[in-house]
Nanobody, 114 residues
Framework: QVQLVESGGGLVQAGGSLRLSCVVSDSRFMFNTMGWYRQAPGKQRELVAS???????NYADSVKGRFTISRDGAINTMYLHMNNLRPEDTAVYYC????????WGQGTQVTVSS
């Protein structure tokens, strides 16, 4: 069973930056298009960014220009670089596949203060 472990969240002031990491236990899962998701309190989980095995990326309009998704297949790790953070970015962030989903990890909390 594929395990996904997210890390790198924290408390940051508006305008600050964070880098999230996602370690995937099975390298074969990294052959899929991968994504970063987030879930704010009282809201549904949403996809914020995705990256194909070839490196093609897509972003939600709300994060475009501020977030950058990347992946390093050699170490089974995916990243989300978040710049110019806003209070509305506060959420638990998760990684997973895009069309192929594994069990969800515990996520990493990102809190942006105004």
């Amino acid at each position: 069973q594929v395990q996904l472990v997210e890390s790198g969240g924290g408390l940051v002031q508006a305008g600050g930056s964070l880098r999230l990491s996602c370690v995937v236990s099975d390298s074969r899962f990294m052959f899929n298009t991968m994504g970063w998701y987030r879930q704010a309190p009282g809201k549904q989980r949403e996809l914020v960014a995705s990256i194909t095995s070839g490196g093609g990326t897509n972003y939600a309009d709300s994060v475009k220009g501020r977030f950058t998704i990347s992946r390093d297949g050699a170490i089974n790790t995916m990243y989300l670089h978040m710049n110019n953070l806003r209070p509305e970015d506060t959420a638990v962030y998760y990684c997973n596949g895009f069309l192929t989903l594994a069990s969800w990890g515990q996520g990493t909390q990102v809190t942006v203060s105004s």
